[in-house]
């Protein structure tokens, strides 16, 4: 059986709550990506993956996955990982460990080796006959800084993986007695309006990712059109990003203290008020269509 383990990304320094919920900087989430594409260009899919209880953990290996291109919506939590003991596992296939240094050290240790995980390596070993042994260590300083597209083995490079340029968006909408209305939101600065826009999460698909987008950015839920209003693409981390939009009928709009992003501003407005108060140029037409 082959097992990997891959221990947290650099942890954010200054940090005033407790240490199970440490987030990871931007070098740690960095670091991530650049394993979990190393593993999708040489065939490292795991069958599962295991975290510990540290959220830094959790969302290394969230940030692992995606970049690879595979869902990261079957990661299950370890008491025993956390504890730095090696949890249940099948007696065949790839199950991927992650968990900081130190539970990651104990695991090893426990198992006869003697490896230092570091943060945001990765480790692939191999388990016959009740032995273990360390078949490669993979460093993310080693790795290259830029990522290839749009496969693990693509001849483009690009500042970030290859799934963030792949994008959609909701046009959230309502039927009242005066006619249809648009709901628009302010953009994370709040110096724009916008509708909710994000990145498909790999395994889920740009209408359900689209989606999620607009329970976050404006609290709302619905039926989402099996037909796209149309695409457009815009300049972003150094290429070109495609957007796919949808319309989405609302049927619920969530309280403020239960809107994950409470900090934006909500307008029910005409199709021809969103179509001048937009920021996004090509989103102007597609909201005349709803």
Known sequence: MELLMLCAGAAMKSWNGPDIDRPLRNKGKRQAQKIGTWMAGNGLKPDMTITTSALRAQVTAEKALKAAGWTARNIT???????GHVPELPKEGRPLLVGLAGQLREVLRKMGLDADPGPGVFLWLSQENGDTRLVKRVDPKDLPDLFPYPTPNGSDQRERPAYYYTQSSVVPFRRTGGG??????????????VVPKGIVEP??????????????EAGVKGTVGT??????????WGATCEVTVYSMEVTEILPDDAWEEKHRTRRWVSPEDAASLLHQTALKALVTKV
């Open 227 to 236: 037909a796209p209003l149309g695409t457009y693409a815009y300049e972003k």
């Open 180 to 193: 249809t209305e648009i709901l628009i939101v302010g953009s994370s600065g709040g110096s724009r309006w």
């Open 77 to 83: 939590l370890s008491a025993e990982l956390s504890d």
């Open 203 to 216: 395994g889920l698909g740009p209408a359900a990712s689209a989606m999620n987008e607009a329970l976050e």
